[in-house]
C-alpha cells in the first residue's frame, strides 16, 4: 500500500532562485508540488499536513541559521524532506532519481508507483523581462482579507504597453474590458486543454476576442496596471479543473501554483537590464562631446570633432541623421547617444504623448544602429517638466518608464538611460537632486543605464564630490548600472578655453580609471545662442580653445 502524504511544497534556495526552478521542475511536474524561496510561504502552505523539500546546499556552519533551522524552530510539527545539493544540476540529478525509482522522499515507498512526467502542460513566459515582482503564495498578512492563504497568481515585469504572450496553445473564452471595478482589470482568460485555465491580468489593450485561438508565445495584450494594481505587471493566474475539490491546492476557485510549469522561451530575447545583457563593448571611458544644441552640426562642428578626436557624440533628437551618418564616417568606431528632449514649460505632457512625438526618431535612429536613448533631460527643473508633468522623482519614475514602454515597441533592443539632473537646490526652480532620487527610488533600476550631470568653477574644486566627483554618488548607489555622463563643464565666465579644455583631459583621463562608466559628455560643441563660456567654436566658426588640448592627450 503506498504510503499516504500530504501536499508538497519544495523550499528552494533565493539565490540563482529560477536556475533552481529549472533543476527541480519535472520533479514538481510529477508529483504536483508547489515552489517557493520564502520560508514563511512554505511553513505556511497547508498547515500543518504539508511535507516540505527543504533543499540544504553545502556550507552552512553549525552556529548559523538556514532555512531548515528557521523551519524545525518555527513548525517543528511539520514533516521535512531534506535534500543536499551544492548546485542546480546536482539536485536536478537527485530528483530524477527519485522519480526513475518512485522514491517520492528519497526512499522507495511500499509499492512505487512510477509517475509521468510527461505533462501536457508548459507555460511559456508572459512577458519580455526575466524579473517576478510578486511570487505565488507570498504576502499572506494582506491576502487573508479576501480568503487566500497568499497572492494567487505571479506577477511578472514589464512597462507601459509591454507586449503579454499566452503562456499555452488554448482559446480564449474571456476578454475582459475592466468594467465594474473588476480587480483583474482589463484582462484575457484562455482555457487549455486538460482542464487548464490562464488568468493575465491588469492589461491597457486587449489584442484577441473571445472564441479566438492562440498559440503559445502569440501576444494576447499589452500591459499596464489596470484594476487592483501598483506599478506595471502582468498577473498571471493559474487554475486546474477540480483542484479545489480535490485537495490539491489550499486556494479556492481551483487555482494552483504556475511556478513549476513555467519556462523560458528558446525563441524570444528576455530584455534584461544592460549590465546583464552584455558588457561594454570599448572597455572603458570615451571622451565624449555634445553635439550641436537644437540645430543640425554644421561643417565647423565637425572640424572641432575631428580636431579634438572625439570618440563619442550625443545628439538629440533636434539632430538629423546626416548628423549620425557624418560621424561614423569620420570614425566608424564612434559611439552615439541620442537624447530626447521636449520644452515642457508650463504643460503637461502624458507619457504616451512624448513617446509619440518620438516614436520617428527612435525608429529612425534605432535603424542606423543606435542603440542608446537618454529618456528627457533634467527632469527636477521647474522649467523641465516639475510641478506641470510630475510632482516628485517617483513621479518622474513611472512617467519615465511609461515612456520607455511604449518605445520598447518600436525599438526592442535599445538601451534607454534615466536622463541626467540638474545639481544643487534653488527654491522654486529645482528639487535638490538628491531628494529627487530618493523620492523615485528603487524605479531608477529599471532604467538600462543611468546618466548624471557634472559641472564646476575651478580647477582647484574639480575633483570635489560637490563639483566633477558628483557621478561617484550614482556610482554607490547602482554599482551595478552603466553610469554615462550626459552632460559636463566648467561653467565660470572667468576660467579661459584653453584652461577648461586642460580641465577637461584631466578629468577625461581621471575616468579611464573607473569602472563602469561609458562615456563623458562636454558641453558642447556649439549653440546658436547662450553657452558663450561652453561652446567649443563661436558662431562665426571659429574655434574657442577648448578642442587643441584634448585632440593633444597621450590617450
Known sequence: MEEKVG??????????????????????????????AVPQNAAQFHYPTQVITVISPAGISEGQDSPLR???REVPSVRIDEVRA?????????????????????????????????????LLWPTDYPEINQGFGENAALYRRWGLPGHEGVDFRTTFNGRVYACANGEVYLAHDGSGRHPYGVHVRIKHPGGWKTIYGHLNQVLVHAGQSVVAGEVIGLADQTGNSVGHHVHLTLKKEGASAKGDTSYPNDIVDPTPYLMFPADRTLIEPLAERDQWTYGHCLVGL????????????????????????RLTNRSTLADAEQA???????????SLIEDLRNRRVRPEDFARDMEDTVREFYARGVRYFEVFHDPNLAS???????????????????VVGWLRGVAP?????????????????????????????????QADWIGCHCYWEDGETIFSSSAAMGYRHYREEWPDKPIFITEFSN???????????????????????????????????????????????????????FSAPVGARDF
Open 328 to 338: 561614423l564616417q569620420n570614425n566608424p568606431d564612434m559611439f552615439l547617444l541620442v
Open 491 to 545: 561653467v565660470s565666465p572667468f576660467v579661459s578655453p584653453e584652461e577648461k579644455g586642460m580641465e577637461y583631459v584631466r578629468f577625461y583621463r581621471h575616468l579611464l580609471e573607473e569602472p563602469g562608466i561609458g562615456a563623458a559628455f562636454a558641453a558642447c560643441v556649439s549653440a546658436p545662442v547662450h553657452y558663450e563660456y561652453e561652446v567649443w567654436r563661436r558662431e562665426d566658426g571659429t574655434a574657442t580653445g
Open 384 to 402: 523641465s517638466g516639475l510641478g506641470t508633468s510630475w510632482h516628485s522623482g517617483r513621479e518622474f519614475a513611472q512617467w519615465f518608464l511609461d
Open 7 to 36: 501536499p508538497q511544497i519544495i523550499l528552494l534556495p533565493a539565490s540563482n532562485y529560477w536556475e533552481w526552478v529549472n533543476s527541480a521542475r519535472d520533479y514538481a511536474l510529477a508529483y504536483d508540488v508547489s515552489i517557493t
Open 413 to 445: 533592443d535599445a538601451r534607454f538611460g534615466w536622463p541626467g539632473l540638474s545639481p544643487g537646490n534653488d527654491a522654486g526652480m529645482r528639487m535638490d537632486h538628491q531628494e529627487f532620487l530618493k523620492s523615485a527610488g528603487e524605479l531608477v533600476r
Open 70 to 72: 528557521w523551519l524545525q
Open 86 to 122: 551544492e548546485t542546480p544540476e546536482q539536485l536536478a540529478a537527485l530528483l530524477r532519481e527519485r522519480i526513475r525509482s518512485g522514491a517520492r522522499y528519497g526512499e522507495r515507498l511500499s509499492s512505487p508507483s512510477r509517475p509521468s512526467v510527461t505533462m501536457a502542460l508548459r
Open 290 to 313: 555634445q553635439a550641436r544644441l537644437d540645430e543640425p552640426m554644421t561643417s565647423a562642428d565637425w572640424e572641432v570633432v575631428r580636431a579634438a578626436r572625439i570618440q563619442a557624440l
